[in-house]
């Protein structure tokens, strides 16, 4: 596979970002298989401190990905939320 196959591949990816039933922000593919479970800083918390935690945003480990809303997340959170590690 070259790594235009991998771009087109990954650019195909959909992704809902909702909270669950326990309050818990996740991030599941189109089957409905949980990908990644998701979280927002803490007031406290700064960029740099989560991201020398080893903390990504959502949005830069899934670039090429097709990010839709679910219930109990507003669109213009998806830019916020950090991956579990």
Known sequence: MTGVDTCKRQQAMKMIV????????????????????????????????LQAWGYRRLVHAYPAAQVEVGEGIEPQEIEELFLET
């Open 18 to 49: 909702s909270m669950d039933e326990r309050g818990w922000i996740v991030a599941k593919n189109a089957q409905g298989d949980i990908l990644e479970e998701c979280f927002f800083k803490m007031d406290d918390e700064t960029d740099e401190e």
